[in-house]
């Protein structure tokens, strides 16, 4: 047997040894008993394992408790945890278990693991004041098997140099694998194979995306590296086209007829899925009627239906800043589910009885059928909210004052009010940015929101209030948690640095006083940084069937109703709502909390996928700019640089620590500064600086800047 290969097996017998000992309780067994319950009773495996234990109790990893008898030095000698790689090869192991530390692995003890693969890591013992070490003993589960990058062909081999920074190895592919891939161009790249004793896994090519730097190829290549995929399935677009169009009179007779009310939808300028829609109309007691009308999306997508499977898969729509990559074909997303107006179209609905003051006196929830008589665009609705007259003016206005006590009420109650600056591109027809702009929230779009708030509130607190203990209906639920003191109370130190004084006494105060500072901070240049730093410090909202609250929102219940067609947690509450309004029984809590974990993941992912191709839109727009100069905010610091927000353009480079010269600088992390070591300047979180752009790489979506002193 080879030096490599012995290596190899005296490793696998390591492990399954401390296995053994693990499953009896850690009690101390001798080298025979090991042997029997490993099958492994010929002399030569005895001798061998006899071996192990000896030099394992010499390196520390067991002890010899009693003459010939071995246990675990600790017991939890083995970890399962997710790997996340840093730039110079080593790795941190994230334990699955949160009371565990972190575990450093170096380069070549990872045993080809890569970023975000699950593993079982042999942990050592802890040496006083040092970090707790280990090595890769198995790989459990991948993370990914397919990368994106650039392919560099020469006559006898080609590899994959892959977009992803914390992917650090080449993939090498056969020159019979290349699908007609040719030399530089963008490809995507499946995994087949990691040989034991080589430094590189083999790949295919699975999808050329085009030539670098085209406009399509960067935007494919951002939604592969983030494992969103590229079409539909032939099976799910033919699910989709096989649907008829028009609705049968039996369809209708099932459902509440709302075509003679007066029904609108109000979305983007742009859009092309339009997913809900209001109705209005006044009630001869003097109270209004208000339908929220919501795509009937699980009336096409059946449960274990191609459809179905391939929209949780994808778990969300994609927006990136030149398209949006559907949750469900367009057939669907665009037709058969779009509100669209002057047709029939079935609902899912929640229509609310409400008084002046926006009290909500009776509540109904159930499948409909609309028929929506305008198409507004928010501009259009602002203008009448504005100048108030034209087309359904009087709708409009009175769904904007119950809009307006329904927003007051919700921060009475304290609800957080973030205003975040939305980027936008003005793009030519290659692309290409010409421009920057905010984008500007104004009533239109908060009337909207806030009647879908009302309506996923309430939908929630029909379902959540229903039964107690064990007799509680499962339900899919959008929470979000409690900040943790010390994140606010960091987040209230810095604040205090820009004369912003914050009320920690408790959580009704803090979020008061949150509100207050958020008005303070409107048009300011510190706005999108304290923005920023204040939602980092709050906790992450999720889906799960456990039911919370919702922090942010200060409601008690709160679930996702109104946007089946571009999330999946919808298309969940909605086959939920309608089984337990048919009177169903509760269902089973824990296959819904896996599907809602998926869901989790893949809108995280979506927005990483969508943060991504901002940041390549904004290295695009200074490519032409290397030279010019502006000013900055300081929005982020590093122990490697900081980044810094130019005013103008909210275009977001680095000014790398090497680069400032005056002086050597290091990370305050605490203080969210760098500090200059012996002139003691500092540059700071908000602090305003004049940079100039240096370099710009579209590959990396990097943008690095110069200070100007």
Not at 255 to 261: I, S
């Amino acid at each position: 047997m080879s030096n490599k290969k012995n290596q190899a097996f005296k490793h696998i017998l390591t492990q399954l040894i401390a296995d053994v000992i693990e499953k009896s309780g850690n009690k101390p067994l001798n080298y025979k008993q090991v042997a029997a319950k490993l099958n492994l009773t010929d002399p030569e495996s005895r001798n061998a394992i006899l071996n192990i234990l000896q030099e394992e109790t010499r390196a520390g990893s067991f002890k010899e408790v009693e003459k010939g008898k071995y246990a675990l030095k600790e017991l939890k000698a083995f970890v399962v945890g997710r790997v996340d790689m840093t730039a110079d090869g080593s790795a941190f192991i994230v334990p699955e278990d949160e009371f565990e530390d972190d575990i450093y692995i170096a380069p070549r003890k990872l045993r080809q693991a890569l970023h975000g693969d699950r593993v079982k890591v042999h942990a050592y013992e802890k040496r006083r004041g040092k970090r707790k070490e280990g090595e890769v003993v198995e790989i459990l589960e991948r993370a990914r098997t397919e990368f994106t990058g650039t392919i560099n062909i020469s006559p006898r081999f080609a590899f994959l140099i892959a977009d992803d920074r914390k992917m650090l190895n080449d993939v090498f592919v056969p020159l019979a694998d290349l699908n007609g891939a040719e030399n530089g161009e963008k490809v995507v790249v499946t995994i087949t194979e990691w040989p034991q004793d080589s430094k590189n896994p083999v790949g295919r090519v699975k999808h050329v995306l085009g030539k670098k730097g085209e406009n399509d190829t960067e935007m494919n290549a951002i939604l592969a590296d983030f494992g969103f995929p590229l079409e539909f399935p032939h099976a799910v677009e033919q699910e989709a086209t096989a649907f008829q169009s028009t609705i049968s009179p039996e369809e209708i007779d099932k459902r509440r007829d709302f075509r003679p009310v007066t029904t609108f939808t109000i979305d983007p300028a742009d859009a092309k899925d339009f997913d809900d829609a209001i109705s209005f109309q006044q009630l001869p007691n003097g109270h209004y009627e208000i339908g929220v009308h919501i795509a009937d999306v699980t009336h096409f997508v059946r449960p274990d239906q191609p459809l179905d499977k391939e929209a949780f898969e994808r778990g969300t729509s994609v927006y990136l800043v030149d398209r949006v990559i559907p949750m469900l074909p367009e057939r669907l997303s665009n037709d058969l589910c779009s509100l669209r107006p002057h047709e029939d179209r079935l609902v899912f609905s929640a229509v609310f009885e409400m008084d002046e003051h926006a009290n909500v006196i009776h509540e109904w929830f159930g499948k409909s059928i609309i028929h929506s008589d305008r198409r507004f665009s928010y501009e259009e609705a602002q203008e009448i909210l504005e100048n108030k007259e034209g087309e359904f003016s009087h709708e409009l206005l009175t769904l904007n004052q119950l809009a307006y006590i329904l927003r007051d009420r919700k921060f009475k109650h304290g609800a957080i009010s973030f205003e975040t600056t939305e980027v936008k591109f003005n793009l030519d027809e290659n692309g290409k940015p010409l421009g920057v702009y905010v984008k500007e929230r104004k009533d239109a779009h908060k009337l909207i929101e806030d009647f879908m708030l009302l309506a996923n509130r309430r939908v929630a607190e029909f379902i959540g209030k229903q039964g107690k203990g064990n007799n509680k209906k499962t339900f899919v639920y959008r929470v979000h948690d409690v900040p943790k003191e010390e994140s606010i109370m960091a987040f209230a130190q810095f604040a205090a640095r820009f004369g912003y004084k914050l009320n920690t006494k408790s959580d009704r105060e803090t979020t008061r006083s949150l509100n207050a500072l958020m008005d303070r901070v409107e048009g300011t240049k510190e706005q999108n940084v304290l923005t920023t730093l204040a939602i980092r410090s709050m906790a992450k909202a999720i889906y799960t069937t456990k039911k919370t609250s919702h922090y942010g929102l200060a409601f008690d219940y709160y679930t996702h109703f109104t946007s089946p067609i571009r999330r999946y947690p919808d298309v969940m509450v909605h086959r939920l709502l309608e089984h337990y309004l048919e009177g169903g029984k509760s269902v089973n809590a824990e296959a819904y909390e896996k599907l809602c974990e998926h869901s989790s993941q893949m809108e995280k992912k979506a927005a990483d996928a969508e943060r991504a191709s901002v940041k390549y839109k904004q290295a695009e727009f200074l490519q032409d700019q290397v030279g010019e100069t502006y000013l900055g905010i300081v929005s982020g610091v590093t122990e490697w640089g900081m980044y810094v927000e130019i005013e103008e353009n909210k275009c977001e480079g680095m000014v790398r620590l090497r680069d400032i010269t005056d002086d050597f600088y290091a990370l305050d992390e605490k203080n969210y500064a760098i500090i200059g070591q012996r002139k003691k300047k500092r540059y700071q979180l908000g602090d305003e600086v004049q940079i100039r752009v240096k370099k710009v790489d579209l590959a990396k979506r990097q943008i690095d800047f110069t200070l100007i002193s």
